[in-house]
């Protein structure tokens, strides 16, 4: 892949196409991250930043800001990478772009989760995975999932976490390909950690009942804790929730980040 990125990269700069040029600088920015390369990634993805600013493609250079948001966030450096994700979560609220809503705010859970503020780092993913769920974009939908198994597990809370993964493993029978190894990875890690908890034989009761959950289902299951921790996040500050009203508002998923964790 990185050598066809490469091929394009070129012949985009020599016919001076900016836009293509944008588009295969993010995916060798993209594809250096992954390998955590930052050296390499850091200034193909700011190059890439730029010139989809100057060419008016705002959905790339919020994609851009979103990787670079990654690099701060795997480098410990949360602040540049909360604003970073920020900035581009408005950018795609802006552009109406829902899956990619998702995973700013999945991102945005994973720097909440980072500073050890877990409440709010469950209630970012609850809402992401909701939006995947929408949208119907697979890959998030089963990475979230796989977030909720594992804090599940980590809870003690076995049997949830194996039906979490009961439904994991129908969204990756739907469409292998589209599951990335790393999320493989963890699953097995999951079902390793769930098998000594439960027994293979209980084990598998509960991915049985998990496999026959529709998504909406998994969705409720999932979030259930987040939606717990988000309400008393919420109570904690009480001029943010001064009304039944507001706690309907809250309890419904609504546009909410913006006021609730600032």
């Excluded at 999932?145 to 009961?166: D, T």
């Excluded at 790393?182 to 999951?190: F, P």
């Excluded at 299951?221 to 001064?242: G, Y």
């Amino acid at each position: 892949a990185e050598a066809a990125f490469q091929q394009v990269l070129q012949v985009a700069t020599m016919l001076e196409d900016e836009s293509r040029t944008a588009v295969a600088l993010f995916s060798l920015g993209s594809i250096a991250r992954t390998r955590r390369d930052y050296g390499a990634a850091i200034p193909l993805l700011r190059e890439s930043q730029a010139l989809s600013e100057r060419v008016g493609n705002r959905g790339r250079m919020a994609h851009a800001m979103v990787e670079l948001g990654r690099i701060a966030g795997e480098t410990g450096d949360l602040k540049q990478a909360e604003s970073l994700l920020q900035d581009s979560l408005e950018t795609f609220e802006t552009l109406g772009q829902k899956a990619d809503i998702g995973e700013a705010l999945e991102r945005l859970g994973e720097i909440a989760s980072g500073r050890g503020e877990e409440a709010r780092a469950q209630s970012l993913r609850a809402r992401s995975l909701e939006i995947y769920s929408d949208v119907d974009y697979r890959p998030g939908f089963v990475r979230t999932l796989v977030f909720f198994a594992e804090s599940a597990s980590m809870q003690g809370r076995g049997e949830r976490a194996a039906q979490l993964l009961g439904g994991v493993e129908n969204e990756i029978q739907a469409r292998p390909g589209s599951i990335a190894p790393e999320i493989h990875s963890r699953l097995q890690g999951v079902l390793g950690s769930l098998r000594e908890q439960l027994g293979p034989a209980l084990l598998e009761v509960f991915l049985a009942s998990g496999r026959a959950l529709s998504r909406e289902q998994l969705v409720a299951l999932a979030t259930e804790k987040a939606q717990e921790l988000e309400f008393k996040l919420a109570n904690a500050a009480p001029s943010l929730l001064d009304s039944g009203d507001n706690h309907q508002i809250l309890s419904k998923g609504g546009p909410r980040h913006e006021v609730e964790f600032r």
